[in-house]
């Protein structure tokens, strides 16, 4: 069963049918569907699209029969789920043995369901691009069928979406930014925020009264901020972190962090041109960022 719009396939999506009798199997395509943080609304058109091509639908979960945060997503855009959508068990540890054999399992399943021909869209939370499962899945997958044809879809990531919901930019003019996954430590963060102008923090639920003490340490809370779920209906934005304290946050949770107070080096070359530069230098090199206070 697939959803009832007809949207017509965008350009690099085709509906794969099934090879008719006596013409050997060729495999479907692996696509990664990119579905953006929460918020129907930033699900792209190919996407959008690429949910309606006929492609079977694969999600990943964590456990078996758990919930799917991508799956709720196609569903909260009211979409009907195909009844043979499958579901793909990736677990959250750090046991080498385990996660070796679900990566297997899943590799294995996802070739079986594209030997019959038929394309496999992989739902994605975010974008598929950016410490998603899926780059993985599909390097598993080749492994065991070089030729295999996967086309990603790109979509919203969380700390665009999250940027956009705090109201602030996550770069301007020259400044620079990094993303990181905070499991780094409170020490390579300490020596980032002298580096970057913004540090995106992904993955901050065990470390989260330990970045607080580093960004007070630092004068930094007024320009940090929160966010939880972005685009989901429990989306959290808190801009006043002390509130977070001793509080546990979920997984789909991230900080930004600006710091107006980073020295900067100096541009060697840019794109602006040399004389543009000249008169505008003293307006831009340091450009005035507001405090992201509530
Ligand atoms: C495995 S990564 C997935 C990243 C995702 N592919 C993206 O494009 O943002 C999971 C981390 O991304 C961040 N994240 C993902 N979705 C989020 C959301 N809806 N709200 C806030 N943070 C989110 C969190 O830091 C979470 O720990």
Redesign the pocket.
């Known amino acids: 069963m697939h959803a009832a719009d007809t949207s017509p396939a965008p350009a690099g999506i085709t509906p794969a049918a099934a090879p008719p009798e006596g013409v050997p199997a060729r495999f479907g395509r692996l696509i990664g569907v ?1 579905l953006g ?2 918020d129907p609304g930033l699900i792209t058109r190919r996407g959008w699209a690429a949910l309606h091509s006929g492609a079977r639908w694969a999600y990943p979960v964590k456990k078996a029969e758990e919930s799917s945060y991508a799956l709720d997503i196609a569903r909260r855009a009211g979409l009907a789920i195909p009844a043979d959508a499958v579901e793909l068990v990736f677990p959250m540890t750090r046991d080498a043995v385990a996660l070796a054999k679900a990566w297997a399992r899943a590799a294995a399943q996802t070739v079986q369901l594209l030997a019959e021909g038929r394309d496999l869209a992989f739902l ?5 691009s ?4 899926f780059r993985h899945l599909a390097r598993a997958v080749r492994e065991l069928v070089p030729e295999l044809a996967v086309d990603t879809i790109p ?5 665009a ?2 940027a956009a919901v705090a109201d602030l930019a996550l770069a301007e003019e020259d400044e620079t930014m990094a993303v990181i996954p905070a499991a780094y430590g409170v020490d390579v963060i300490d020596q980032l925020l002298d580096e970057f102008d913004t540090l995106v ?5 065990p470390l989260v009264d330990e970045i607080l003490d580093l960004l007070e340490r630092r004068g930094l809370t007024a320009t940090s901020c929160f ?6 209906p429990e ?1 959290r934005v808190v801009h006043d972190l002390a509130r977070l304290r001793g509080e546990k946050v979920n ?4 900080l930004l962090v600006q710091n107006p107070k980073r020295a900067r080096g100096e541009l060697r070359r840019g794109c602006r041109k040399r004389a543009e530069q000249n008169t505008t230098t003293s307006a831009t090199t340091a450009p005035a960022r507001a405090g992201m206070g509530a």
């Not at 994605?124 to 598929?128: M, N, Y």
């Not at 966010?227 to 989901?232: F, L, Q, R, S």
């Open positions: 990119s943080p929460g994605v939370e975010g974008d598929a950016t410490y998603s499962t979509g919203v990531s969380s700390f979406a999250a923090l992904m993955k901050v639920k966010v939880e779920k972005v685009g989901a989306e997984y789909l949770s991230l």
